[in-house]
């Protein structure tokens, strides 16, 4: 089994960035497709981008595209989200995820396991 540690989360303005980590431990995450999603009190938890095993292709919610970008460093186990131009709607807490199942670059959360502890973003106004 995998275990994800998430960070790099904090309190900015809008338009500032932001790059959030996803350390690996347990298994080698160049095996996995990986994802990210985000979540606020009382919504269900939300697709925001993820990487493909083969070819590092990355995947986005509509939401973020052009803004995000989904990368990773299979030397140091890790997946990262490069966040730009925030936006006060981009505030929830970010998790990480490994894809167990469903198909190629799936985006639905229940494909997705080994979820983190998650790292809270907040953009001001």
């Known amino acids: 089994q995998v275990q994800l540690v998430e960070s790099g989360g904090g309190l900015v303005q809008t338009g500032d960035s932001l790059r959030l980590s996803c350390a690996a431990s347990g298994r080698t995450i160049s095996n996995y497709h990986m994802g990210w999603f985000r979540q606020t009190p009382g919504k269900e938890r939300e697709f925001v981008g993820g990487?493909?095993?083969?070819?590092?292709?990355?995947y986005y919610a509509d939401s973020v595209k052009g803004r995000f970008t989904v990368s990773r460093d299979n030397a140091k186990n890790t997946v990262y989200l490069q966040m730009n131009s925030l936006k006060p709607e981009d505030t929830a807490v970010y998790y990480c995820a490994v894809q167990y199942q469903g198909s190629y670059g799936s985006s639905w959360y229940r494909d997705f396991g080994s979820w983190g502890q998650g790292t809270q973003v907040i953009v001001s106004s």
């Open positions: 990487i493909v095993r083969s070819l590092n292709n990355a």
